[in-house]
């Protein structure tokens, strides 16, 4: 309440009174002056209250009646607005409860004259609901005139109101009933005094408290007003309608049932009122019969009302919830109404109504109990429990027998009289039955009858449709099977209910009795006394529990059992029919604990009955006693059930047709897929119940064994049953849909037994009599069959099978007299039969037969000798099509054979294995089987190599045997590989199986198969023969090549999805094509490791060097592949046999050594070439261990010129793949192969190796070709996607792997240059033309064909710009031309005397090359590069002039001068800006880079005049000039224009100029007038200068000139003062007169200059006058020099 007396809301309460009474004011002025008169006195009332009080709303509740009187007033003048305005304001009081009773009383007068008035109806409904809600103010006499108010409004004729009158009923009835429990909340602790008399009178009720009396008055009313009589205490009602009467009932039942249930007055009118009123207007529904004629019932009124019944059977569901306790008696009449309901001559609507209330009854088995307990199990008691379930499954039957459709008469006869036979349906029913046939709809069909099954409800839970239509008048249409799916549920929930809930109560009693029983043993007596007091109140619990539970059992499960088998019947729903087995199950199993045999059986029977074909023979179920053979009746009468013989012709899917289990079979009989669901519950009976079936074990067993014969299900060697793969013979038919379920079927079946284990004794006793009486029977019948494996029929093959092998197993088990590996004959003859049954095609057969060999090699491998063909022969004989279990089962034979028995078998049966082994790898119905048979080809060849010894001598002794033999027959003795010896021809078989294995069609077979063959021949290759190595390579490996090779270049590039099941493919292996790129892979390193490793061993072999022309010609192709994969492969193994030194040969072997021309390792050479440093020895593990052996002996070189050879045609190899890899394609698209960077690197790392065996002969053709090679694999670009891993980031400059091993490859060949015999010498100007090449890439990068490629470009910034939106990147070469730049600067250092080098120009060329660099100077596209360039200028040059000038005569350097004057000019006057970004201090030492070129010239150059060219010293002369005289560069900012004017570079220009001006060595005028032009020329240019300066100067007058203008005057007079000191310092006779005239002439253009107003020019101009006083002399002096 905080919310509505804090202080602002008070406050608020008394501003909104107020200005209500002033609006009441306002309005009434005019009409009603005493209500305008009442409001203002009422203004000022309600301020003097707040002014004197401090508890405000208690003085307003005081005062209440005068505060509301205006108000009052105000709704009396029936003006619409002014009475919504008091309404409000009336509202608003009440919501603060400060209205007293008093003032409520007048309120509530006048809503009822409102009322009357029909004014504001509405208003009028919400201002009575507030008055009630907020308080309890209103009471008695008061309160049932608001509520008759309501009651009033609800019948009025507008719609709206009625609606809003009848909620507003309904709550307040609600809260009449809430103050009643909240008063009984508040008086709890008050101990009452039991009423001891109830007295009928209506106002006995003063022992009430007033909240509760006003309940009891309400109530008692409702029933005066359903039942029709005038009610005591709601005074004023006039209409009232049943319906509306009983739902108030049934809410105030349902919502305050502890009322009725604490209080005794309301517990009598229950009694007295509510229950004899019920059954009152129920009388109508109990006499009305379909069939009766209408016209003569007395009264309309008597026909059955849908809305009354239907209310009326949901206050009897609410009854009999609630008060059961209360009423057993009236609820035993109600139940039994309810089950007269469902009778077939009731309206449809009213039997569905009625389902929907006993099914809300069946989800409470506590309440279920109860009945069971006060009527059932009472004397001379109506049995109501059994009563119901009856009802259920009569009702069920009934909805079969009569189609609800049809004239009421008609039907009832029809039911009347055909209720056992077959109904006629009438015609429509028929028809649905037919269209039952076809539909997909889950539903029952029986008889032609058709009932759908609707889904309508979670199971446990009762969800009704019909009893919740509280708006419907006209009984509603019940949709087709409603009410069966209604009472199918009920059937479901009744069971689960009963079940779920006896059975925790027995858990419960079994645990309480195992602790008692644990607690018994205590020591005390006392406690032992209370112990037995304890126990023995159980016991009587337990047995007061049990008759209940067993009464409840036998009152239902006949019912139960009916409707339930008639339902299994009629099912065409799986769903449905394993809820039906369920419930059949559980209360087979709940009869069976409760040991209730008759019921358990009969439960058991039907779901028996159910499983096997409808009509089938079996004696078990129709007569438990009579033991033959009958084909008699079917149905089981007595105990009252009337078991419904399943119909054939139900619509049932076929799944399985067999043959019946008798003596003769005949005909068949079909299984529908209800049948083998029936079959698995049984199973899971057995399973899950086997504790509880005692004598049923024999039902159970002998339905069991008739399904398992019709659906052929067959015996496996451990007892256990399997289903049949594919069943032969006209028998057995089973469709895909019981397939799926037999192997679970057949898994439970076999695991039946072994189940039994957990049953205790006498459960186990009765399943092994069941047992027994079941063989009798079966051995009478099998008697008359021959058991042969040929016959049609598989299961007596299966059997003859079966019978067959354990004969074989036994007598090779038994213990012969002399022992069976000695005699042989006895023993061929047990295992021959196994043997022919290879023969037979059945694969159950062979599964037999090989599960046999197993057994036989697991109990008798060690002894079976000469038999091991035969047993080999077996597993062999298995072929690729016969089925994956035969090939597994064959297999574990051969793994046996393999790990355990290989030592104790005839040596001539190794080849057998090893065949058979092979013969599984390639099978391909198991991947797994495949790869561990080439394993176990490994474990046999590392077997062989272990027992080689003995193996070899027992070979050779059965070879000599069998040579005799032949010899005496006259026939060639025929074998594989025959010339090779017999051990020899064992190793190549298993290679050549090997081999077989490589070229597999799947990739992990190849690779498995590969690396087995290369390894075995690797480790154990020693132990063959010299010459057998002959058939190795050519027959093994070399025709393994091809096969792979071919393969691989026809495979399919079609992308392969995935590997089968849900492997994922990684993206390198997702075609066969680099599948098989794996394989060639593989297969080619094998091959190449074993020339390189046995070398020693093949190259006696006489065609070794064809040998290795066919290995050369594969790595080849191999290379040339358009695989990045294989070609790079095929280089490796290039390098690993090329890794070889020349083989060595013992002069005269040890003896003690086994093997055949044993090597030493030893070097030949010393073959340290850069990156080339450990020399090459053949490091072979043999070689290794020999290398003690042979110390001594001087090793032997073989022949050099065939070595020579092999090197030779290795080059020849190397360069076609070079070449041929390199050369650019014709056209470019998005398939273009391209070769890999790690590809080009590895083959050119081949060539320093290669070289070393090949230098004598290599001549500069050879040369030519390697240059071709490396200029075009530095110019293959990379794929953008590669570029990231081989590129660095652009910051760092590194050469990539395959530029480096370019500039080794010519590094090798420079210092073998170097160190060779002169005629190598000549080579040099083609390596220097190849590295200028290289060095050119800095500035223009090489083009592969026509492709497109990104550039990397603005090097200088560090940033990738990717122009062209090509797949290829060229590599950022500049590093590259640098290092290579650094290798001539380092080749010309050593060379540059050469006379080849002098010859060919070379100086020029590196010159030639410079120049474009030098002359883009800051346009390069690294800044480095232009750098480098000049150092390395200056190098060479410092090295390069002189020889130049030593060959001046010769005149073979002429070209190399002006192509050197160029470069200098484009240089030092580049045409390239320098970028804005250039900081001073870098620009400071670009300059000291010009200057030092500078130096060079005045240095290196022009002292030698003499030697050198005329016009080029001119050139020098005119670009010295050029540099003195620099105008400025328009790029920079003002600031730094003169730091940027290259100054020093002009004082350096022009004192060079100077010095060379003046020098006295002028030895032609030529050179002196070039000078003396200088000069002139400088010194004209300074005058205009100054002259122009003075003039702009004048000009501009306040206004300072232009900042390069000054500048430049700056530059002009610092020039003059250098070059005054530069004419000081020279020879005196050196300088020209003229010269000084000009100097002097320039000092008064000076002196006018002082009056400038530049701080700067005034310093510079002071530097350039000072001088002048060296000119100052006495004028006399002056005049004599001027004459002289």
């Keep these: 309440m905080s919310g509505t007396n804090s202080p602002e809301a008070v406050k608020k309460l008394l ?6 009474l002033r609006a009441l004011s306002l309005e009434c002025k005019k009409k009603f002056p005493p209500v305008k008169e009442a409001a203002e006195s009422g203004i000022i009332k309600v301020k003097t209250i707040a002014a004197r009080n401090t508890e405000i709303l208690a003085a307003l509740k005081e005062n209440s009646s005068e505060v509301v009187q205006p108000f009052l007033m105000g709704c009396g003048t029936k003006e619409p607005k002014i009475t919504q305005l008091c309404l409000a304001a009336i509202q608003r009081l009440m919501s603060h409860e400060v209205v007293s009773e008093t003032a409520a ?40 005139k608001a509520i008759v108010l309501c009651f009033r409004l609800h019948f009025t004729k507008d719609n709206i109101t009625n609606n809003t009158a009848a909620a507003t009923v309904r709550q307040v009835v609600t809260v009449v009933f809430e103050r009643m429990v909240a008063e009984d909340e508040r008086h709890r602790d008050i101990l009452e005094q039991p009423v001891l008399q109830a007295n009928s009178n209506r106002r006995s009720v003063s022992t009430l408290k007033p909240c509760a009396k006003d309940a009891y008055m309400l109530f008692q009313d409702l029933c005066q007003l359903v039942n029709a009589d005038a009610p005591y205490w709601l005074v004023g009602m006039t209409e009232m309608t049943r319906t509306f009467g009983l739902e108030l009932l049934e809410s105030v039942l349902n919502d305050f049932p502890q009322v009725f249930l604490q209080h005794q007055e309301f517990s009598f009118l229950l009694k007295e009122r509510v229950c004899p009123l019920v059954i009152k207007l129920f009388s109508p529904n109990i006499k009305f019969r379909q069939g009766s004629s209408t016209s003569s019932s007395p009264a309309p009124v008597e026909k059955p009302y849908f809305p009354i019944c239907m209310r009326l059977l949901r206050v009897v569901s609410v009854l009999i919830k609630q008060f059961y306790s209360l009423l057993v008696t009236e609820c035993e009449i109600f139940l039994s109404l309810l089950v007269k309901f469902l009778d077939a001559d009731k309206p449809q609507w009213l039997r569905a109504v009625a389902v929907e209330s006993i099914h809300r009854l069946c989800v409470q088995p506590q309440l279920l109990r109860s009945f069971c307990q006060s009527y059932d199990m009472k004397q001379h008691s109506t049995k109501v429990f059994r009563d119901i379930v009856n009802a259920l499954g009569s009702f069920i039957q009934s909805l079969f027998l009569v189609p609800p459709t049809g004239s009421p008469a008609t039907t009832n006869q029809a039911g009347n009289n055909n209720s056992g036979g077959p109904v006629s349906a009438p015609a429509n029913s028929g028809m649905v039955g037919i269209g ?5 709809l889950p539903a029952f069909e029986y008889r032609g009858t058709w009932i759908p099954i609707l889904t309508i409800t979670v199971q446990g839970s009762a969800k009704a449709t019909y009893l919740e239509m509280l708006d419907k008048v006209e009984p509603p249409t019940i949709p087709e099977g409603y009410a069966m799916s209604v009472a199918f549920h ?15 109560e027995l858990g419960e009693v079994e645990t309480e009795c195992q602790t008692t029983t644990e607690g018994a043993s205590s020591p005390t007596q006392s406690s032992e006394q209370q112990d037995l007091q304890s126990t023995s109140d159980q016991m009587d619990k337990e047995i007061v529990s049990r008759a209940v539970w067993e009464e409840m059992v036998n009152a239902c499960w006949c019912g139960l059992l009916a409707a339930l088998s008639l339902l299994l019947d009629a099912s065409t729903d799986e769903a449905a029919t394993e809820n039906i087995l369920k419930a059949e199950l559980t209360m087979a199993a709940l009869c069976g604990r409760l040991g209730l045999v008759t019921s358990r059986d009969a439960f058991i029977t039907a779901i028996c009955k159910g499983s096997l074909p409808p009509h089938y023979a079996l004696t078990v179920l129709n007569t438990t006693t009579a033991a033959t053979l009958s084909n008699k009746s079917y149905s089981i009468q007595g105990q009252s059930v009337m078991m419904i013989s399943p119909s054939s012709e139900s619509h049932q899917q076929v799944v399985a047709v067999g043959q019946p289990l008798a003596v003769q079979p005949q005909g068949t009989v079909m299984l529908t897929s209800k049948n083998i669901q029936c079959m698995r519950t049984l199973l899971n009976l057995a399973h899950c119940h086997g504790a509880v079936l005692g004598t049923s074990w024999q039902l159970v067993l002998a339905t069991l064994q008739h399904l398992v014969w019709i659906l052929g299900l067959k015996p496996s060697s451990g007892g256990a049953l399997k289903p049949g793969r594919a069943v032969e013979g006209p028998s057995t038919v089973l469709t895909t849909a019981v397939m799926t379920d037999l192997p679970v079927i057949s898994n439970i079946l076999s695991r039946l037994f072994e189940s039994s284990q957990y049953l205790d004794d006498v459960s186990l006793h009765h399943l092994i009599n069941a047992l027994c009486s079941l063989s009798l029977e079966a051995m009478d019948m099998a008697y008359g069959n021959n058991k042969v494996c040929q016959h049609p029929n598989s299961r007596m093959r299966e059997w003859g099978a079966e019978a067959l092998t354990s004969l074989i197993k036994a007598g090779l088990t038994f213990n012969h007299d002399p022992p069976l590996s000695q005699n042989q004959r006895l023993q061929l003859l047990l295992l021959n039969p196994l043997k022919e049954m290879s023969n037979i095609n059945h694969p159950d057969i062979r599964l037999k037969q090989l599960e046999c060999v197993l057994q036989i090699l697991q109990s008798q491998g060690d002894s079976l000798g000469p038999g091991w063909p035969l047993v080999l022969g077996v597993m062999g004989a298995i072929r690729n099509d016969q089925g994956e279990s035969l090939i597994r089962t064959a297999f574990q034979c051969l793994q046996l054979v393999v790990t355990d028995f290989l030592p104790t078998m005839p040596c001539t049966c190794l080849q057998i294995v090893v065949d058979v082994a092979g013969s599984f790898g390639l099978h391909n119905q198991e991947l797994n089987i495949s790869l561990t048979s080439i394993g176990l080809l490994w474990n046999i060849s590392d077997y062989f190599f272990q027992r080689g010894e003995t193996i070899e001598k027992e070979l050779n002794k059965e070879e000599a045997a069998q040579q005799k033999q032949a010899e005496e027959k006259g026939v060639v003795l025929n074998r594989p590989f025959h010339p090779a010896p017999p051990f020899d021809c064992l190793w190549l078989c298993l290679y050549a199986k090997l081999g077989e294995l490589c070229v597999d069609p799947r990739p992990a077979v190849r690779k498995s198969a590969g690396q087995t063959l290369f390894s075995t021949i690797g480790a154990h290759g020693t132990l063959l023969q010299h010459s057998t190595w002959h058939t190795v390579i050519w027959k093994v490996l070399f025709h393994l090549l091809d096969r792979v090779r071919e393969s691989s270049t026809t495979a399919d590039k079609e992308k392969i999805e995935s590997g089968g099941g849900n492997i994922l493919i990684h993206h390198s292996r997702d075609t066969a094509e680099k599948q098989w790129a794996e394989t060639w892979v593989l297969t080619l390193a094998g091959v190449a490791r074993i020339f390189n490793t046995r070398r020693y061993l093949l190259q006696p072999l006489g065609d070794f060097s064809r040998a290795w022309d066919v290995l050369l010609d594969h790595i080849q192709s191999a290379a040339l592949s358009k695989n990045n994969e294989v070609s790079l492969a095929a280089l490796k193994s290039f390098q690993e046999i090329l890794q070889i030194v020349s083989p060595v040969r013992d002069s005269d072997k040890p003896e003690t050594l086994p093997v055949v021309n044993v090597p030493v390792p030893v070097l030949i050479g010393s073959i340290s070439g850069p990156g080339l440093s450990r020399p090459f020895v053949r490091t072979d593990s043999i070689g290794e261990r020999l290398g003690r052996y042979s110390s001594s002996e001087t090793p032997i070189v073989t022949d050099e010129l065939e070595d020579l050879n092999l090197w030779w045609a290795a080059w020849n190899t190397w360069y ?28 050119i790392q081949i060539f320093p190796a290669l070289y070393q065996h090949i230098k004598t002969g290599f001549n500069m053709d050879d040369l030519q070709k390697l240059g071709v090679i490396l200029h075009s694999a530095v110019s293959v670009p990379i794929s953008s996607d590669a570029s990231p891993f081989i590129l660095p980031s652009y910051t760092e400059a590194v050469l990539t792997s395959l530029q480096e091993a370019v500039l080794t490859a010519l590094d090798v060949l420079q210092k073998a240059i170097c160190v060779g015999p002169e005629n190598m010498q000549i080579m040099y100007p083609a390596i220097f033309d190849q590295l200028l090449a290289f060095v050119e890439f800095s500035c223009k990068p090489p083009q592969y064909g026509q492709l497109e490629t990104k550039h990397i470009a603005n090097a200088k910034y560090n940033q990738i710009q990717l122009f062209a939106p090509a797949e290829w990147v060229a590599l950022n070469y500049v590093p590259f031309a640098e290092r290579s730049l650094e290798v001539v600067v380092d080749l010309y250092q050593k060379t540059a005397c050469h006379k080849a080098v002098v010859n060919e120009k070379v100086l020029q060329n590196i010159i030639k090359t410079l120049r474009v660099p030098l002359s883009l100077k800051y346009s390069c596209p690294s800044e480095s590069t232009w750098k480098l360039a000049v150092s390395s200028l200056l190098k060479v040059l410092s090295i390069g002039l002189p020889v130049a000038r030593q060959h001046a005569s010769s005149g073979k350097f002429d070209s190399m001068w002006p192509e050197l004057a160029n470069t200098f000019e484009d240089f030092l006057f580049t045409k390239s800006i320098p970028p804005d970004n250039l900081s001073i201090q870098e620009f400071q030492r670009n300059e000291s880079i010009d200057v030092e070129v500078v130096q060079l010239i005045s240095t290196e150059i022009l002292p030698y005049a003499n030697f050198i060219p005329k016009e080029f010293v001119g050139q020098i002369m005119t670009m010295l000039n050029k540099g003195s005289i620099h105008s400025q560069s328009s790029s920079f900012t003002e600031a730094e224009i003169d730091i940027r004017l290259r100054e020093e570079f002009s004082k350096m220009c022009f004192e060079t100029l100077l010095q060379f001006s003046f020098s006295s060595k002028v030895t032609t005028p030529q050179e002196g007038y070039i000078s003396r032009m200088a000069l002139s020329v400088l010194l004209k240019r300074s005058q205009d200068v100054l002259h122009r300066y003075i003039e ?15 500048t430049e005057i700056i530059f002009v007079l610092k020039a003059v003062s250098t070059l005054i000191d530069s004419l000081k310092k020279t020879q005196p006779e050196n300088v020209d007169g003229n010269t000084w005239a000009q100097v002097i002439a320039l000092y008064p253009t000076l002196v006018e200059c002082i009056t400038c107003s530049s701080s700067e020019v005034c310093s510079a101009l002071k530097e350039a006058l000072v001088p002048f006083k060296d000119f100052m002399q006495p004028p006399a002096s002056k005049v004599q020099n001027g004459e002289s």
Excluded: Y
């Design 105 to 144: 009383g007048n309120i509530i007068n006048m809503l009822w004259q409102l009322m009357e008035n029909s004014l504001e109806e509405l208003k009028l409904l919400q201002t009575v609901l507030v008055l009630l809600t907020t308080n309890t103010v209103v009471h008695d006499e008061a309160l049932s």
């Design 1216 to 1243: 076609r793949i070079g070449s041929e890899s390199t050369k650019p394609p014709i056209t470019f698209d998005k398939l273009t192969f391209i070769p890999s960077q790690p590809f080009l690197t590895a083959l």
């Design 1592 to 1606: 702009d100067e004048r000009l501009s007058g306040k206004c300072p000139l232009p900042r390069q203008q000054v």
């Design 15 to 20: 501003e909104n009174m107020q200005s209500d």
């Design 436 to 440: 039952g046939g076809v539909t997909l």
């Design 490 to 504: 009920c059937l479901l929930d009744l069971v689960r209910g009963i079940t779920s809930m006896i059975e925790g």
